[in-house]
């Protein structure tokens, strides 16, 4: 049996993907390449290293993360496994359940809808484009 590797650096895009932040390591790539992840404040480029104690800001769709390394892998591994790459700061995580609430409070307008109409609500929108 060979034993796993210990790595104490490893490039940014594919610690993302080991971290289950973006679904493939090209998405990753592209993300960094956007500036929706910054290592310690700054602005970098997917080859970058990342290694243990560096602080990630990393924005994922409507979150932002701000994360502490604390592992590397270079290996994609089920979820429980991932999250132990990193720890979320206090105020992140925060930040994160206050913007849920705030989007389950005040919903945008139309997120419920899904779908095409139904055949009563067609009659309803006919009925209102024939008004004018």
């Keep these: 049996m060979a034993q796993a590797e210990i790595f104490e650096r490893m490039r ?9 932040f973006y679904k493939t390591r ?24 990342v290694q243990t104690g560096d602080t990630l800001e990393i924005a994922a769709g409507d ?10 892998n270079a290996q994609r591994r089920p979820a429980p496994e991932a999250r132990e790459l990193y720890e979320e700061t206090v105020e992140s995580s925060e ?5 849920k609430e705030n989007r389950r409070l005040a919903p945008v307008p ?3 809808l899904r779908g095409r109409p139904t055949k009563k609500a067609r009659r309803q929108i006919k009925g209102f484009d024939e008004g004018f």
């Design 63 to 72: 979150a932002v993360w701000t994360v502490i390394v604390r592992g590397l």
């Design 95 to 99: 930040r994160r359940a206050a913007e």
């Design 12 to 20: 940014i895009d594919k610690w993302l993907w080991a971290a289950r």
């Design 110 to 112: 139309g997120s419920d």
């Design 26 to 49: 090209s998405l990753a790539s592209q993300a960094v390449d956007a500036g929706h992840v910054k290592l310690n404040g700054h602005a970098i480029k997917p080859a970058r290293d």
